[in-house]
């Protein structure tokens, strides 16, 4: 509920600003220096918003012509909607370009008449945008009036009309089910209406970080000429959807989730938001998964749907098996009028076997480079045979039943047979009963480093003799005391580090003066994944849902890799990025972080990602490892998840990005995984993780975490049970002492705190 008088909101925001989970709320994160931006960082960041953008209908209207004047309608053309928010959104930005700002640097004629109604009516005190505060931002700002008689003045000299629809969302608040949340208000759409009317062309351009109800396009029938899906696309966004409203970026995107016709065709649509537990009753069939197979007629516009400006054939060269790889090689032949690029999705649809699997699952990706028309190419796509396998319950692992496997992309199709059932990956058993998890994990527990040996005495070890190679690792981890070691497992116990720039999200490592005078240094974290969120300027980079349906891993890696220059410079050592969580639903307040209802297209996504900041010296964290599908009490509520969804589905793409591309960090969630918190979860942050798929970072809790004892050791609660789980490092710290050091079996060992003391230090020698 919103408080309405003044001074109720302002008290109502100075106290969740100060009290929510993330401590760093906006209003003491604005910028008050200035960092360096690089000119790369802004063309690319323009680029990749560019060619984010998706055409969701065009009847020939766009590109519109470099004379053509337009009227644009619909204030988001001034107040757009740049970022989502809350930690993942929240960047000062340099500049930002509104869609206006971009028409006027392109040099567009507009209708200025307009445009001037525009900005009186928004510079009013009534109607100026209410920026909100933590977890209560506007998902919308409410529309300027539209009469028949200002559009039809407008249409007078104008050739078409573009108009801007905006939403957004964030951490802590899911989009409403609602006018002004997932559906239209009557506001915007009698705009539309009256626009339509109007004027012969009228464009839609869709400035959201969320999928919405889009049913309206297809009511609207002829009055709408055509739709471009924009999102939010960073501080470049204006600039960016000028080039394509235009022509000079012909666009490429492609949807990364499907648009159902109605809300309730989602199956996660009965299940999402509920506050104590969500029960992931659609298992496996998420997105597409469940359309194609169960209810093709409630697609709006397919996963993959997007349009471009030329004509594009694709057609199968080979598909041949290597081992457990398949390689594709697809023909592109630009056969329209403009060059442009396209993506390629390649399907699979697997033979019917005894496991009930998806009508098809997309096998491999990949994107042309520019091609002029008449100009063809070839794209060698591979697609690895777990993707396409299923989770079998009885034999615990990934099995590709026997029989055809037909590949096929827009236009083409060819096969592979597979002659006999083949295990393409034996799983370890999760979790049986707290018993059972209680042996394995007394099995695994690890042995004393050093307890008596030379080095355990020898004093004051230094990092430095470590980095040196004078000393091993295991020697200082020997010779750190119980108190040191205990420093490591947590972080520094406050947001906006004094030991890191202004603005950071907090500092693990070398936090006490003990561990620093052994010349232990701290890592700094900033959030993420729009850019840095720190008190001072930084790119603001398109949101993940728009990197993902540029289907271009290149073009993700360099923009990372160009925003690494910059958190260098503000010595940031770690970027809290990228989130990957599955979109399983529209309305998911953080979907914009997200990349997709895909794990393939998340984990390939997030793999860019962490490869562009690493390969620049900035470590990656992707997070929420896992299941933080809702924001609606995602402190609480229990994510219920069978094994072969979370395996095939919510894991997939955590597991693609952690072999693929090794990020230093993983973050965990906030939100129980089937009745465990994750930040207590040994089947996640060890078995799984670190067991089947050899992860050897640091492993760190969202911010903050809920206190619990532990169902399996009796004397085990809050800091002790996760340190036994494998989660390393409480961020941002504190839950004060700490660890409860009882003799075996019981008690944490301090062999399991070196385990953890030994993970970090390796990570910070890494850094130095
Ligand atoms: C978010 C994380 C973020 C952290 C630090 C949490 O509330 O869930 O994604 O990295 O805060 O800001």
Not at 199 to 225: A, M, P, Q, R, Y
Not at 263 to 270: G, K
Not at 476 to 485: D, G, P, Y
């Amino acid at each position: 509920m919103i408080p309405t008088t003044k001074y109720a909101r302002r008290a109502a925001r100075w106290l969740v600003d100060s009290v929510m989970g993330n401590g760093l709320a906006q209003r003491e994160n604005e910028a008050t220096e200035v960092g360096s931006v690089s000119a790369e960082a802004s063309s690319l960041t323009r680029q990749a918003a560019a060619e984010g953008c998706v055409l969701l209908t065009n009847d020939g209207t766009l590109p519109l012509g470099a004379d053509d004047e337009i009227a644009v309608f619909g204030r988001c053309s001034l107040d757009w909607f740049f970022m989502g928010h809350g930690s993942g959104g929240d960047v000062n930005a340099p500049h930002t370009v509104s869609l206006i700002e971009g028409l006027q640097e392109a040099g567009i004629r507009y209708n200025r008449v307009l445009a001037k109604v525009y900005s009186g009516w928004c510079a009013t005190e009534e109607n100026a945008a209410d920026p909100g505060w933590w977890g209560h931002w506007p998902t919308h700002y409410p529309e300027m009036p539209v009469d028949a008689e200002l559009a039809e003045a407008a249409a007078q000299t104008a050739r078409a009309a573009v108009v801007v629809l905006g939403r957004t969302a964030g951490e802590d608040a899911d989009l409403p089910l609602a006018p002004g949340g997932y559906y239209l208000t009557d506001e915007e759409r009698s705009l539309l209406d009256v626009v339509g009317t109007a004027f012969k062309h009228t464009v839609v351009v869709l400035n959201v970080g969320n999928l919405i109800d889009l049913l309206w396009v297809e009511e609207l029938g002829d009055k709408i000429s055509a739709v471009l899906v924009a999102w939010q696309g960073g501080m470049e966004a204006g600039a960016a959807v000028a080039d394509v409203l235009f022509g000079k970026t012909n666009p490429s995107g492609r949807l990364a989730a499907t648009v159902a016709r109605a809300y309730e065709d989602y199956p996660s649509s009965t299940t999402f938001g509920n506050k104590h537990h969500v029960n992931y009753t659609e298992d496996i069939y998420v997105g597409y998964r469940h359309f194609d197979t169960h209810a093709p007629q409630k697609v709006l516009f397919p996963f993959g749907h997007g349009l471009s400006y030329t004509r594009f054939e694709e057609e199968i060269v080979s598909v041949e098996l290597y081992g457990n790889l398949v390689g594709a090689r697809v023909r592109v032949s630009n056969v329209g009028t403009c060059s442009g690029r396209n993506a390629v999705l390649l399907w699979c649809e697997p033979p019917k076997g005894s496991i009930p699997k998806p009508t098809r699952i997309l096998a491999a990706f990949g994107k042309t480079g520019l091609l002029a028309p008449g100009e063809s190419t070839q794209l060698d796509l591979v697609c690895d045979l777990k993707t396409l396998s299923s989770f079998d319950r009885v034999s615990r692992a990934f099995v590709l039943e026997e029989g055809d496997y037909q590949f096929d992309c827009t236009d083409a199709a060819s096969g592979i047979r597979i002659a006999e059932r083949r295990i393409v990956e034996k799983c370890t058993p999760l979790c049986q009963s707290s018993d059972e998890l209680r042996e394995r994990i007394l099995q695994n527990l690890p042995d004393e480093v050093g307890a008596q040996t030379e080095e355990a005495q020898d004093k004051r070890i230094s990092f430095d003799d470590v980095r040196k190679g004078a000393k091993t690792l295991d020697a200082l981890v020997a010779n750190l005391s119980q108190a040191e070691l205990e420093a490591l497992t947590c972080g520094e116990g406050l947001m906006n580090s004094k030991l890191g720039a202004p603005g950071n999200a907090g500092a693990f490592g070398g936090i006490t003066s003990d561990l620093r005078e052994r010349g232990i240094p701290a890592a700094i974290c900033a959030d993420g994944p729009s850019g840095g969120r720190l008190q001072r300027t930084c790119s603001l980079l398109p949101c993940a849902t728009a990197l993902a349906c540029t289907w271009d891993q290149d073009l993700v890696r360099r923009l990372y890799g160009s925003v690494a220059e910059e958190l260098r410079a503000s010595n940031v050592d770690v970027l809290l990025a990228p989130s990957m969580n599955i979109q399983r639903n529209p309305r998911c307040g953080r979907n914009f972080e997200y990349f997709s209802e895909d794990p393939l297209v998340s984990g390939k996504m997030a793999a860019a990602v962490v490869r562009g900041l690493q390969d620049a010296g900035v470590s990656a964290c992707p997070k929420h490892f896992a299941c933080n599908n809702q924001e609606t009490r995602r402190n609480t509520s229990d994510s219920r998840v069978s094994e072969r969804a979370l395996r095939e589905v919510y894991l997939r793409g955590f597991e693609i990005c952690v072999r693929e591309a090794t990020p230093d960090l993983i973050m965990t969630s906030y939100n129980k995984v089937n009745g465990v918190w994750a930040h207590y979860h040994y089947d996640l942050a060890t078995t799984v993780l670190r067991g089947e798929w050899g992860f050897e970072g640091v492993v760190i809790t969202d911010w903050w975490m809920r206190p619990a004892r532990s169902p399996e050791f009796s004397k085990l609660h809050d800091n002790g049970y996760r340190l036994r789980a494998g989660v390393d490092v409480l961020m941002p710290g504190s839950m004060s002492h700490v660890l409860q050091m009882h003799s075996r079996p019981d008690g944490i060992t301090r062999a399991e705190l070196q385990r953890t003391a030994r993970r970090v230090l390796a990570y910070l020698l890494t850094r130095s």
